[in-house]
């Protein structure tokens, strides 16, 4: 069980991001006193995950199959070159514990699937999918739904990047824009680590307001990016009425 109070080390860590209009000391009780899921910590996932280990999340649960490879390096921001050929979800969690001592970090050598999905987001109070795949992406979907949790939604491909937050009964949910895996998409894709740690911490910093109570998030909004040409957008989406995973909720 986490407590939310705050020790003397921790109002002087987070002495700046407490002077934050409409945050100060219940914005950081509640980030203490919340557990969240991501999956997972590579380019994108890497980069939220440690930005919600620097506000003071009071846990996070980092969910990663699979060793660390030389082509990982130019954009997970939690990966050593040491490290090759070791569990990266075991480096993240290293790294992220000598960031902050003050989080529980627990680090599950698996990527979402069908016999962990449930169990995983049960954990968490909120999720950050960060996975590049749409399976993933679609079962952790699901099962935020189910369980009535926030999801933020971080997707990137090339220098191109997207993300909303899925509110269960109150938004469209990922299954609203894509009901379906999109045939032609791969596990492998052109990146950037820039615009990767971009939306990153992006979804870091939508993952904190829906926390904290503080500001608006994107919900029912999604933002795109395109780091080619520098621009940005802000669309509304909308409810599928008839979605197999949100529809009646």
């Known amino acids: 069980m986490l407590h939310d109070e705050l020790s003397p080390g921790e109002l002087a860590t987070y002495e700046w991001q407490l ?17 969240v899921l991501v999956s997972r910590c590579g380019g994108v996932g890497g980069t939220a995950a440690y930005f919600l280990a620097a506000a003071g999340i009071g846990r996070l649960i980092l969910a990663h199959g699979g060793n660390l490879k030389p082509s990982d390096l130019n954009r997970q921001i939690l990966m050593i070159h040491d490290w090759l050929g070791k569990p990266r979800v075991e480096c993240a969690a290293r790294r992220l ?39 993933e992406r679609l079962l952790l979907n699901r099962e935020a739904v189910r369980q009535n949790k926030p999801l933020v939604e971080c997707a990137m491909y090339e220098l191109q990047a997207q993300i909303t937050c899925i509110i269960p009964g109150k938004t469209p949910c990922l299954a609203c824009l894509h009901p379906e895996r999109p ?48 621009t940005a957008r802000r669309v509304a989406i ?10 009646n909720s």
């Open 238 to 247: 909308a409810r599928n009425p008839a979605c197999r995973v949100c529809g």
């Open 183 to 230: 045939p032609a998409w791969k596990r492998q894709f052109p990146v950037f680590g820039a615009v990767a740690g971009m939306i990153g911490a992006w979804g870091a910093m939508e993952a904190v307001k829906i926390l904290a109570g503080l500001g608006e998030p994107l919900a029912g909004k999604m933002l795109l990016f395109d780091l080619r040409d520098g």
């Open 19 to 35: 002077s934050v209009p409409g945050f100060g000391e219940h914005g950081q009780k509640a980030l203490k006193a919340a557990s």
């Open 97 to 135: 514990r000598e960031l902050n001592p003050s989080t529980v970090i627990e680090a599950v050598p698996e990527n979402i699937g069908e016999a962990n999905a449930q169990a995983l987001v049960s954990r968490a109070d909120l999720v950050v999918d960060c996975a590049p795949l749409f399976e």
